[in-house]
């Protein structure tokens, strides 16, 4: 009897083990779950919602204008002059009424004649009731974007414009977020030598189609680029570039670009001045 009865006991101490673990198992799984659904909702807000590094793009709210150009700026083969925000439509009038010389044709809008969004909106580059460069709640009034032409060429000559830098570092990838606008020409790019005598505008790239089935023509580049790792910067390692044989009229605006760590035999590095 005190056999059976031991046997009894461990079935017992058995099966309420067994329910201890099956309990706390469901508990772990209640919590893994809970966790999966907190980093699930922090990823999606994340995708949206990140902060941005420095820009290493000095005056790329062209602000400071020399002769007709943001100061820093520079082409090669390229004409490029400071254009008032609302040329294209790249944002309207902070008003609340369709000014009277307001103009129906995005394609046509200028300083003069800007394009008419709605009651106190800048247009989709900017938040509903936020400022922009040139009107708007609480924004600066002296901004401008950046117009870019050219006429065709022979292939062997370059077609480049060069972001004015911020300062020096070393690095082998920039993140680029810029709006462009391509109204003549077939594609641009921003990349290591884009532009560059026989390179082909490369790196991030916008077509004139792309260009075209945006809102107002002005597509938004954001993006990841490799160029080749140098302390100089910016220049040929990172070009705004088109293609030298065709007629070019673009527009770039609010140009922004941050660097990331580079990767040494050791490590991870950035170095700067």
Same mark, same amino acid.
């Given at each position: 009897?005190? $056999?059976?009865?031991?046997?009894?006991?461990?079935?017992?101490?058995?099966?309420?083990?067994?329910?201890?673990?099956?309990?706390?198992?469901?508990?772990?799984?209640?919590?893994?779950?809970?966790?999966?659904?907190?980093?699930?909702?922090?990823?999606?807000?994340?995708?949206?919602?990140?902060?941005?590094?420095?820009?290493?793009?000095?005056?790329? &709210?062209? %602000?400071?204008?020399?002769?007709?150009?943001?100061?820093?700026?520079?082409?090669?083969?390229?004409?490029?002059?400071?254009?008032?925000? *609302?040329?294209?439509?790249?944002?309207?009038?902070?008003?609340?009424?369709?000014?009277?010389?307001?103009?129906?044709?995005?394609?046509?809008?200028?300083?003069?004649?800007?394009?008419?969004?709605?009651? *106190?909106?800048?247009?989709?580059? $900017?938040?509903?009731?936020?400022?922009?460069?040139?009107?708007?709640? !609480?924004?600066?009034?002296?901004?401008? +974007?950046?117009?870019?032409?050219?006429?065709?060429?022979?292939?062997?000559? #370059?077609? %480049?414009?060069?972001?004015?830098?911020?300062? #020096?570092?070393?690095?082998?990838?920039? !993140?680029?977020?810029?709006?462009?606008?391509?109204?003549?020409?077939?594609?641009?790019?921003?990349?290591?030598?884009?532009?560059?005598?026989?390179?082909?505008?490369?790196?991030?790239? =916008?077509?004139?189609?792309?260009?075209?089935?945006?809102?107002?023509?002005?597509?938004?580049?954001?993006? =990841?680029? !490799?160029?080749?790792?140098?302390?100089? !910067? $910016?220049?040929?390692? &990172?070009?705004?570039?088109?293609? @030298?044989?065709?007629?070019?009229?673009?527009? +770039?605006?609010?140009?922004?670009?941050?660097?990331?760590?580079?990767?040494?035999?050791?490590?991870? @590095?950035?170095?700067?001045?």
């Amino acid at each position: 009897m005190s $056999f059976e009865k031991d046997i009894t006991d461990l079935v017992r101490a058995t099966n309420k083990l067994t329910e201890a673990v099956n309990t706390q198992i469901s508990d772990i799984h209640r919590e893994l779950g809970s966790a999966r659904q907190k980093i699930d909702i922090y990823v999606a807000k994340a995708k949206g919602e990140y902060p941005l590094p420095v820009n290493l793009v000095s005056n790329s &709210l062209m %602000q400071d204008v020399v002769n007709g150009i943001p100061n820093g700026f520079s082409s090669r083969g390229l004409t490029i002059e400071a254009a008032h925000p *609302y040329t294209s439509a790249f944002e309207a009038p902070y008003v609340p009424e369709r000014p009277s010389n307001a103009t129906n044709d995005p394609d046509k809008a200028t300083k003069d004649t800007p394009y008419f969004f709605n009651r *106190y909106t800048k247009g989709p580059r $900017f938040p509903r009731w936020g400022g922009g460069l040139a009107t708007g709640w !609480g924004c600066i009034s002296n901004g401008h +974007i950046l117009k870019i032409t050219g006429t065709p060429g022979e292939n062997e000559e #370059s077609r %480049q414009v060069f972001l004015p830098k911020a300062r #020096s570092l070393y690095s082998s990838h920039y !993140g680029v977020r810029m709006w462009v606008k391509l109204v003549k020409g077939s594609i641009m790019g921003i990349g290591d030598h884009s532009g560059y005598r026989t390179t082909a505008p490369r790196g991030l790239t =916008v077509t004139r189609e792309q260009s075209q089935n945006s809102p107002q023509g002005w597509f938004l580049i954001d993006g =990841v680029v !490799g160029v080749s790792a140098t302390t100089g !910067g $910016f220049g040929n390692s &990172l070009s705004v570039g088109f293609k @030298s044989t065709e007629t070019i009229e673009a527009y +770039i605006a609010m140009p922004t670009i941050w660097a990331f760590l580079h990767p040494t035999p050791s490590g991870l @590095s950035m170095g700067g001045s």
